[in-house]
């Protein structure tokens, strides 16, 4: 890493809708030759999508307390300071120069110790309703962005969208993909990278309804922990249908579906109208 060229931190973690943007902005970044090193949560999806791309990630142990009941609470003070300590020697061991938050757990302490050192934070939030972490940190942040107004509406110069990678918004148009296509519609049903149990349940029954003849290619992804129960869905409803876990190329998805079938989330309508793809 060379230190002739700034030294960025992007610190998102938990789910696809923060960790996407995130790698887009990392390489518009490396493309105009900056360090970048990434902050994420131990034991959460970026350890494994993160490295993929050819960025040094940090880990804190960092994670959620809704819900988890009072001992987890109790302990939050304790688990905050350790990872804000961690976030700090990670900013000076690699001698950054600017932080980017995007959500998630781990966005918090790492904010607050940037803050510490003097370090300027930027936060980007993508969706219409602010998150927890990136609420507490626009109070100290050296700019505040987001893709819908109403997440700030008392900091109007941040309206930039949402970040979408290269390789789906450099998708050829529909027009050009579809050209000379036959057969069967092949419709894609993501309900995001942690999956969607409404989906996994409806979908497949739904389907078992068409005569199948008429039923299109199926592609179904079922989120982290699910696939078994999705395989054994399709197989009592009598439908064939490709079942993964987690899909990693999702350039590939936008250029080959007729139809996609997911949540609205954030990432998910920004990532749909830049590849021109039709969804329900």
């Not at 890493?1 to 992007?10: A, E, G, I, Y």
């Not at 943007?21 to 990392?26: I, S």
């Not at 005569?211 to 409803?237: F, K, W």
Request: glycine share 12%; net charge positive.
């Amino acid at each position: 890493m060379s230190k002739t060229s700034p030294t960025f931190m992007l610190m998102a973690g938990g789910t696809g809708g923060h960790i996407f943007p995130a790698l887009a902005v990392a390489a518009a970044l490396k493309e105009r030759g900056c360090n970048v090193v990434w902050l994420g949560s131990s034991g959460s999806m970026e350890e494994r999508l993160v490295p993929q791309h050819g960025i040094t990630l940090e880990t804190v142990a960092m994670k959620g307390v809704r819900g988890n009941g009072l001992l987890r609470l109790a302990a939050l003070p304790w688990m905050l300071f350790k990872a804000v300590r961690a976030a700090r020697a990670a900013l000076r061991r690699h001698q950054v120069d600017a932080v980017i938050g995007f959500g998630g757990f781990v966005t918090y302490p790492g904010g607050v110790a940037a803050r510490s050192l003097g370090l300027p934070l930027v936060v980007h939030e993508q969706n219409a309703v602010a998150g927890l972490a990136n609420r507490k940190l626009a109070k100290t942040a050296a700019r505040v962005l987001y893709a819908f107004p109403q997440a700030f509406p008392n900091r109007p110069d941040g309206l930039v969208g949402n970040p979408v990678r290269a390789d789906i918004a450099g998708l050829p148009a529909p027009q050009e993909r579809f050209a000379g296509r036959e057969g069967s519609l092949k419709i894609f049903v993501v309900g995001g990278s942690l999956g969607a149990r409404a989906l996994n349940t409806i979908v497949p029954a739904a389907l078992a309804l068409l005569p199948e003849e008429r039923r299109p290619q199926i592609v179904h992804q079922s989120g982290r922990g699910n696939l078994e129960a999705l395989q054994e869905a399709y197989r009592q409803a009598g439908v064939a249908a490709e079942c993964v876990e987690f899909i990693d190329d999702m350039a590939a998805v936008y250029r080959d579906a007729d139809l996609l079938i997911c949540r609205a989330g954030a990432l998910t309508v920004a990532e749909l109208t830049a590849a021109g793809v039709g969804a329900l």
